[in-house]
Structure formats: C-alpha cells, structure tokens
C-alpha cells in the first residue's frame, strides 16, 4: 500500500536559522519510492523553497540506521518492489541558505510502500 508522507519544517524563533538539514527515519517495514518526483527524484520541496530563504539540497540516504548517508538507492533494493528500495532506513536534506525566522516553513514529501 502507497502512502505519502508530508514532512513540515518551521522557524519559530526571532533568529533566523542557518545550516539546517532535515532528516527523517522512513520506518521499519516499509520501502521508499524512488521515482516520486521524476526520475531519481524521491524527495521533494514541494512549497516553501525558495520563500522559506532556503534552497533545497540534495538528499542523501542511510541504510544503516542513520550511522553513515553514503548508500545510493536502487530499484528492487532489499527486495522491494520496482521503483522501490527496502535499504533505505533514513534519509537527509541539507538546505542552503538562512531559514527566516519568526513562523517561516518549508514542505518536504515523499512516498514509500508498506511491506
């Protein structure tokens, strides 16, 4: 079963926020889908960059609980099915830029398929 996943970030401070990176655990028992977005486009900021004062980065991904972000996610990873990787345990966005401050946000989105 497809599910979609809507990641909210917001600045509640008076400062702006400088080198953020979003990470988010995908979930036991479930495999990320790679092509969301377009090819090899899992991730996406779908509102909020570039209004947020942050530009979005390039995910990486982690398969191993978060320790290391160096796996690249295949098709069939881990058993999945096409167009899914079961590996895929977390993954992070840095954001370039300064994050203005005072109730600014950003949305992140995904898709994963519960196994």
């Not at 953020?20 to 486009?41: A, E, I, K, M, Y």
């Amino acid at each position: 079963r497809d599910s979609s996943y809507t990641v909210v970030t917001t600045n509640i401070g008076t400062g702006n926020a400088l080198a953020v990176v979003v990470t988010d655990d995908v979930g036991s028992f479930t495999s990320l889908r790679l092509d969301t977005f377009g090819p090899d486009t899992p991730i996406s900021c779908t509102a909020g960059c570039p209004a947020s004062g942050l530009s979005f980065g390039i995910p990486e991904f982690s398969n191993d609980g978060a320790s290391t972000f160096g796996y690249t996610p295949v098709s069939t990873g881990g058993g999945a099915p096409a167009n899914y990787d079961a590996n895929v345990t977390h993954w992070r966005v840095p954001m370039s830029g300064s994050m203005s401050a005072n109730g600014t946000d950003f949305t992140l989105q995904f898709d994963i398929i519960i196994d």
